[in-house]
């Protein structure tokens, strides 16, 4: 199992470029989620998605929109990239199951806004 | 809004000693999981431990263990016999109704041999 894998790894954009990270789960979770991380701090939930078909705000999700394809994959899209946006983005997943709750991460994508 | 404090942003060992990183959190949720988690210089996040708010006894993994002290809401990370791969980022989290995560913002741990 490849467990949890998003892509890219890197990625450079220009002020007002869009892009969207991808990610993708093979442990048949129910719920994903996506967080950035920047220097000093720890990592903040920007969206997640409980089950397949439902989405919702985390603690910064403006400038931010998502999308649960399937229950496979979670993308998170910037439509107009700023430097504030600069940052390692983590995907996760984890299944409702309180006494195995454990969030699985993916390698993180490292994305910087010019 | 949940919070998660960890007022140690760099902490440093000799190799085969002990170290306690220290985690404060607040939350007001009757039931809940904290945990543990190592970053390496990789970035990939790794669960080390984690605690279940209504046991009393305190999780122990290895040469990790943790102080849970719940009436004071404070989560402490022992390791013991310190080796140099523990040397990384150790971040404190929370979790929040929704099975949603809240992060401390770190602590840079670094082993001397």
């Known amino acids: 199992n490849a467990g949890v894998t998003q892509t890219p790894k890197f990625q450079v954009l220009k002020t007002g470029q869009s892009m969207t990270l991808q990610c993708a789960q093979d442990m048949n979770h129910n719920s994903m989620y996506w967080y950035r991380q920047d220097p000093g701090m720890g990592l903040r939930l920007i969206y997640y998605?409980?089950?397949?078909?439902?989405?919702d705000k985390g603690e910064v999700p403006n400038g931010y929109n998502v999308s649960r394809l399937n229950k496979r994959e979670f993308s998170l899209r910037l439509e107009s990239a700023a430097p504030s946006q600069t940052s390692v983005y983590f995907c996760a997943s984890s299944e409702l199951v309180p006494l195995t709750y454990e969030q699985y991460f993916g390698p993180g994508t490292r994305l910087t806004v010019t | 809004a949940q919070t998660v404090t960890q007022s140690q942003p760099e902490m440093s060992v000799q190799e085969a000693e002990t170290v306690t990183l220290s985690c404060t959190y607040d939350t007001s949720e009757s039931d809940y999981y904290l945990f543990w988690y190592k970053q390496p210089p990789s970035r990939q996040m790794i669960l080390v431990i984690r605690q279940e708010a209504y046991k009393q006894q305190n999780a122990t993994e290895n040469r990790f263990s943790v102080n849970f002290q719940k009436a004071a809401k404070s989560f402490s990370l022992k390791i013991s016999d310190s080796q140099l791969g523990d040397a990384a980022m150790y971040f404190c989290?929370?979790?929040?109704?929704?099975?949603?995560?809240?992060f401390g913002e770190g602590t840079q741990l670094t082993v001397n041999p």
């Open positions: 989290a929370s979790e929040t109704s929704g099975s949603r995560l809240t």
């Open positions: 998605s409980a089950s397949e078909g439902t989405t």
